[in-house]
């Protein structure tokens, strides 16, 4: 069985990646994008889905995770990879991070955990992800300290 949920979380990856590149592009300004990036150091790994990143006025760094199913773990680990990305790479701590969660299906209250948690969320309609975020949102940026509620 967890071979059937590899190959279509791989699936849905390769799915999303052309969409994700035309999102970061286009709405966020990402200059660099690149699929499947991996970092090791030390005893730490770090794979990231979809990384954008920009130099110049927009200064950013875009981290994307692709799930087919979103669920609450999948938040969580979209926000353990922001961190750990932050502390694998200190030569980003001038820009501003932010994280999208692309899925093809989830519940809505899965959905709105991930957008309270500062996260853009993107769906699939047709084939093409696109964000789903309400037009209210404020991203958070993960470059600086959370703030209390």
């Given at each position: 069985m ?14 999303a ?24 150091y030390?005893s ?8 954008g ?6 200064n950013?760094v875009v981290i994307?995770?692709v ?7 999948d938040?969580?680990?979209t ?18 991070i932010?994280?999208v ?7 809505m ?12 969320v ?15 949102f ?12």
């Amino acid at each position: 069985m967890g071979d059937i949920g590899n190959k279509f979380g791989s699936f849905t990856e390769g799915m999303a990646f052309p969409s994700m590149e035309r999102v970061l592009r286009k709405q966020f300004g990402m200059t660099t994008v690149t699929t499947n990036y991996k970092t090791h150091y030390g005893s730490d790994t770090l794979k990231i889905d979809v990384l954008g990143i920009a130099n110049g006025t927009v200064n950013a760094v875009v981290i994307v995770e692709v799930k087919s199913h979103l669920k609450q773990r999948d938040i969580e680990q979209t926000l353990n990879a922001i961190e750990t990305f932050k502390r694998l790479h200190p030569e980003y701590a001038g820009k501003k991070i932010f994280g999208v969660i692309a899925c093809v299906s989830g519940a809505m209250e899965q959905k709105q955990k991930a957008i309270e948690a500062g996260l853009f969320v993107a769906s699939t309609d047709d084939e093409i992800f696109e964000l789903q975020t309400p037009a209210w949102f404020v991203p958070r940026d993960f470059s600086q300290p959370a703030t209390p509620v």
